[in-house]
């Protein structure tokens, strides 16, 4: 399976999200590409099995600004059916924790695609082995349901 993983990262914490989830897809026999989403071809995205979108909430709830034109030039493609999930790292003491998370989300929906439906939300970085833990299974859990079809909830 040809997995995309795009990111955008401000401290690192994002980043260490999305390097975990390669290399529990790696261990899955994935074949994957980390980018960073400021240096991604849209044009690219429909040659892979399954895309991971990761950012970190930016003010009151916002997307980064690096990726807002991204997200906006996202519009332009057809992404019917394409499986896609979705990840980032915020701080709880916002009130809209992660909400780029979702925001990311619901824009990649609006497009056509299938989102898996949980959602991988770390508070600050994934330091401790418990958070760790938490990226490993999402990457499995969204691995399954992309390779089987399945819709599998992620707790």
Known sequence: MKIFIGYVSMSGNTEDMAN??????L???C???LLDLETVDLHSLNSYDCLFFGAYTWGDGDLPYEV???FDDLKKLNLNGVKA?????GDTLYPKFCMAVDIMAASLQEQGCDVFEGKLKVELSPDEDEEVDECRQFAKLVYQWANKGEKLTYV
């Open 20 to 25: 975990i989830l390669k290399e529990t897809l």
């Open 31 to 33: 074949e994957i590409d």
């Open 27 to 29: 261990e899955c026999g």
């Open 68 to 70: 807002e034109e991204f």
């Open 85 to 89: 999930a979705c990840f980032g790292s």
